[in-house]
């Protein structure tokens, strides 16, 4: 049951901006469970079930764009796979250091409440950018936001929204590229850990609540982003933070 308890928290926080990993870890120590990270890179790895349904129509358009040598989907996957690379250098060579941090709530705690500053001030940028658009400073840029948020506490979806909304994309394109960004993020490390994953059924079950409700968490952030509302899960960020600071 517990496990199943910890799929539908990274189902429903993988894409809303508050950090799935911080609070897998939180939730954890609320219910005296010891930290699994190959678990909880399992739960990761049905998340990424969840955004290649979201964003399936643009994964088939570069795919197909790929097979025609076609240059705007050329430009945009490389542009994906330069984004891509912080977080796999930061994941093979920092791999003891940040499974580490999976075991101090403190230290949650201060990355949750990073995270709430980095919502709070994406509701002030208002760019023009398409995907297109953005250059490959930018993916650098957006892709460094990515492997930081490796940490525990650190929103991946709201490191990387903020990081395209500071370079002047628009908001429900900034959304777009996270999504698409996630793909070979969420896989990799999935397939990474499974080898060391024991499956038994509650697993498996947590899995696919992770799936279910990621679904809907991805909806629930596309919407919050074009309204610009993010500020609310800030609050929400300070609030979970102070309190893994300085109470559980």
């Not at 199943?4 to 954890?28: K, N």
């Not at 790895?45 to 240059?71: D, H, N, S, Y």
């Not at 984004?83 to 499974?99: D, K, M, Q, R």
Request: proline share 2%; net charge positive; charged share 10%.
């Amino acid at each position: 049951m517990k496990n199943i308890i910890l799929g539908v928290v990274q189902g429903l926080t993988e894409f809303l901006p508050v950090s799935s990993s911080g609070h897998l870890v939180i939730f954890s120590h609320f219910m005296n469970i010891d930290t699994n990270v190959p678990y909880f890179a399992l739960l990761h790895l049905a998340t990424f079930f969840a955004v290649l349904i979201f964003v399936w129509q643009e994964v088939l358009q570069l795919i197909k764009g790929l097979f025609k040598w076609e240059k705007e989907s050329l430009s945009l996957i490389l542009k994906l796979i330069i984004s891509s690379i912080p977080a796999a250098i930061i994941g093979f060579t920092l791999e003891s250091t940040v499974e580490s941090a999976f075991s101090s709530l403190s230290l949650v705690g201060i990355f949750l409440l990073i995270t709430g500053f980095l919502l709070f001030f994406s509701d002030y940028f208002n760019g023009e950018k398409n995907i297109q658009q953005i250059t490959y400073l930018d993916a650098l840029v957006i892709g460094i936001m990515q492997a930081i948020a490796i940490f525990p506490g650190l929103s991946r979806s709201g490191s990387t929204i903020f990081a395209a909304l500071l370079m002047k994309m628009k908001r429900e394109d900034a959304v777009k590229y996270s999504f698409l960004m996630s793909l070979p993020v969420t896989f990799g490390a999935g397939i990474f850990e499974i080898t060391k994953v024991s499956f038994n059924p509650s697993m498996i079950l947590g899995s696919i609540a992770a799936f279910g409700f990621g679904l809907i968490g991805l909806l629930l952030v596309k919407k919050t982003v074009i309204a610009g509302k993010l500020k609310y899960f800030s609050i929400y960020c300070f609030i979970i933070g102070f309190l893994a600071i300085f109470i559980l």
